[in-house]
């Protein structure tokens, strides 16, 4: 038997209602209980001090693209999950956006097995929608159920054909898989390498139009509604899509939708260093677009908050922005910049946030974790709130391309705790730093 005891931590768990001063007792990989004063009862094999920490269910990124197999010098299944720890993820659910693509029953338990093999964050793969992410013909989505998909994407590839897509959405229903898709209409936003405004008509640079995603978010609610699949938007980023999100769920239509933390953070006016840093897609949106995705954020129409971590290697991300490929990495960023951004600056209840991070994405992808019920996985994560830092560029992802570097913020994981194993501990990284704060606690 093995046994964990995180104790003396504040402990929040929105989907027990739970915020707290409790222990956390992990048995054989699961929760045996939550409650005060567990430490004092007898001897644990193994007892984290979690005082002035907060204490959550494992945090979930359900976006992101570790590109394993075929571009394993951007990123492997390895890197990735060892990146996702070090910043509290406990579990990953990874796009098909690989070489080849990960379309059948044996690409999807390639991934998961890739994933026992690193022994870190669980791997939870969503497979193609369609054949080669061509959006031709169906992916053999029964198959990719075997497999272990969670959810069927063609990742940042939206499908054109209302037709397949509604196919797809319909065998999704049947096979209980939320169908994740990237909200563009192809025709209107081709050849854009950033938002359509005033700012791409003074530099110069063709751009993607609010409408462009506006349009495929519309298209697709129709189709959720026809249909009675589950839909998710993977990144929204106007406030026209949040607008037809809020409404489909007055509706009652199973619609739900994430956003990340840079389209939070970030505008077009960035663009403006020509930076392929600041490239990215959705692309940078306005002050407006920003501004509503806070407050849908705040009024629960957005439900959960995913990095979008997207690795390019050097040579790739660092050529003129129009020829650089778009994304930014963002597993070890999402926590810090989503605690800095909403619980520090916004006043956003950390009970909200742990929604975002955790409670929201387990829920939408079916999974049993994303709460410390007794009984549920052992995924814990520890988190300092408080350290104010400044992000380096040491990351464990293989790409560093982001554009926080040197940003100042709080929030980081302690702890990060899979199955009941410690899988990441800050102590073991920087010691010095972690022997002086912990002298502060005391």
């Not at 209980?33 to 193994?46: F, M, S």
Request: hydrophobic share 40%.
């Amino acid at each position: 038997m093995s046994e964990l005891l995180i104790a003396g931590g504040r402990v929040v768990d929105p989907a027990r209602g739970v915020d707290g001063e409790l222990d956390v007792l992990l048995v054989d990989g699961k929760v045996r209980a939550v409650a005060p004063d567990l430490r004092g009862q007898r001897d644990y094999e193994r007892v984290i001090d979690a005082k002035g920490y907060v204490v959550t269910p494992g945090l979930i990124d359900m976006h992101v693209h570790f590109r394993e197999p075929g571009r394993e010098a951007d990123e492997t299944i390895a890197s990735g999950s060892a990146a996702a720890v070090r910043g509290g993820i406990t579990s990953v659910a990874v796009l098909p956006s690989t070489q080849p693509v990960v379309d059948d029953e044996a690409a999807a338990e390639f991934q998961v097995l890739q994933g026992k093999r690193a022994g870190r964050a669980w791997i939870h793969p969503i497979g193609a929608l369609t054949r080669g992410r061509k959006g031709e013909s169906l992916a053999e989505l029964e198959g990719l159920v075997r497999g272990g998909a969670v959810a069927f994407s063609d990742g940042d590839q939206p499908v054109r054909s209302a037709e397949v897509l509604r196919c797809g959405m319909l065998y999704a229903r049947m096979l209980d898989r939320p169908v994740i898709v990237h909200a563009e209409d192809a025709d209107l936003a081709k050849g854009g390498v950033m938002h359509a405004g005033l700012t791409s008509l003074t530099l110069g640079l063709s751009g993607k139009s609010a409408a462009s995603e506006e349009v495929a978010v519309n298209r697709d609610i129709a189709l959720a509604r026809l249909t009675g699949a589950r839909l998710h938007f993977a990144q929204l980023s106007v406030r026209g899509s949040l607008a037809q999100v809020r409404a489909a769920k007055a509706e009652g239509l199973p619609v739900t939708c994430a956003v990340t933390p840079h389209h939070i953070s970030l505008t077009d006016e960035a663009v403006r260093s020509f930076d392929p840093h600041y490239k990215v897609d959705p692309p940078l949106r306005t002050q407006a677009d920003l501004n509503a995705l806070l407050d849908a954020i705040e009024d629960g129409t957005v439900d959960a908050l995913c990095s979008g971590h997207a690795p390019h290697s050097r040579e790739k991300k660092e050529v003129e922005f129009q020829e650089a490929p778009p994304g930014v990495i963002g597993v070890e960023t999402l926590l810090p910049i989503a605690v800095t951004r909403l619980v520090k600056e916004r006043g956003l209840p950390l009970k909200r946030l742990v929604e975002l991070l955790s409670t929201a994405p387990a829920r939408i992808l079916g999974l049993q974790s994303g709460t410390l019920e007794p009984g549920s996985p052992g995924d814990v994560s520890v988190l300092d709130l408080e350290h104010e830092y400044a992000i380096r560029d040491d990351f464990r992802s293989h790409s560093k391309n982001t554009p926080f570097v040197g940003e100042t913020v709080r929030g980081r994981a302690i702890y990060t705790v899979v199955g009941g194993r410690v899988v990441y501990d800050r102590a073991a990284e920087d010691p010095a730093t972690m022997a002086h704060l912990a002298g502060q606690r005391a």
